[in-house]
Each structure stands twice: as structure tokens, then as C-alpha cells.
């Protein structure tokens, strides 16, 4: 199983307003824009950035699903995703 980090850029968009509806169709996919730690804190991902955990599809079909998410909002959108064989961050903003 694969963990996938996603980051959606809608282009004209304004945050969080114009990104409730890709956030909405993420979850449906199993992404959030939470991270929950080893201490079980919870903190927010910069904005645009999802994350998904257990997953068994491949990079593109992962992929092809979050493209799909964000051409759904109607805005011009860019869209990358990466296979996460782990990661480090530092957060502030909690969930």
C-alpha cells in the first residue's frame, strides 16, 4: 500500500471559497488536506495540498482521479501527484 500527496492549483480561484467543491470531491477519493502525526496531532497541509494514505492504485490512476476532481470545478487547473514512501514536514496551522 502507497501513501500519495496531491497539490491542486486552480487557476483564478480564490482560497478556501472557489476549493470547497475539489475538497469535497477529494475526500470522495480518500484525500484530505489534514495530516494526523505519530503523536495523534492533527495539522492542516499548505493550501491546494491533499494527502492520501493506503491506497493500492498506481500513481497515474491515483492521478487521472485527482485531475478529473479539478477539471469537475471548472477552473483551468494544474495538477501534481507524488507516491510518498514516506515524509517529514513542518506544520503550524491546526485542523
Same mark, same amino acid.
Given at each position: 500500500?502507497?501513501?500519495?500527496?496531491?497539490?491542486?492549483? %486552480?487557476?483564478?480561484?480564490?482560497?478556501?471559497?472557489?476549493?470547497?467543491? %475539489?475538497?469535497?470531491?477529494?475526500?470522495?477519493?480518500?484525500?484530505?488536506? +489534514?495530516?494526523? &502525526?505519530?503523536?495523534? *496531532?492533527?495539522?492542516? %497541509?499548505?493550501? !491546494? &495540498?491533499? &494527502?492520501?494514505?493506503?491506497?493500492?492504485?498506481?500513481?497515474?490512476?491515483?492521478?487521472?482521479?485527482?485531475?478529473? +476532481?479539478?477539471?469537475?470545478? !471548472?477552473?483551468?487547473?494544474?495538477?501534481?501527484?507524488?507516491? *510518498?514512501? !514516506? *515524509?517529514?514536514?513542518?506544520?503550524?496551522?491546526? +485542523?
Amino acid at each position: 500500500m502507497a501513501n500519495f500527496f496531491a497539490r491542486v492549483e %486552480l487557476h483564478g480561484a480564490k482560497w478556501p471559497d472557489d476549493y470547497e467543491e %475539489l475538497h469535497d470531491a477529494l475526500a470522495k477519493h480518500g484525500f484530505t488536506n +489534514c495530516m494526523t &502525526f505519530d503523536d495523534k *496531532s492533527k495539522k492542516s %497541509l499548505p493550501t !491546494g &495540498f491533499y &494527502f492520501s494514505t493506503d491506497r493500492v492504485e498506481d500513481v497515474q490512476r491515483v492521478t487521472t482521479a485527482v485531475k478529473k +476532481c479539478a477539471d469537475d470545478t !471548472g477552473y483551468k487547473n494544474e495538477v501534481v501527484v507524488v507516491k *510518498s514512501g !514516506g *515524509s517529514s514536514s513542518y506544520l503550524s496551522k491546526k +485542523c
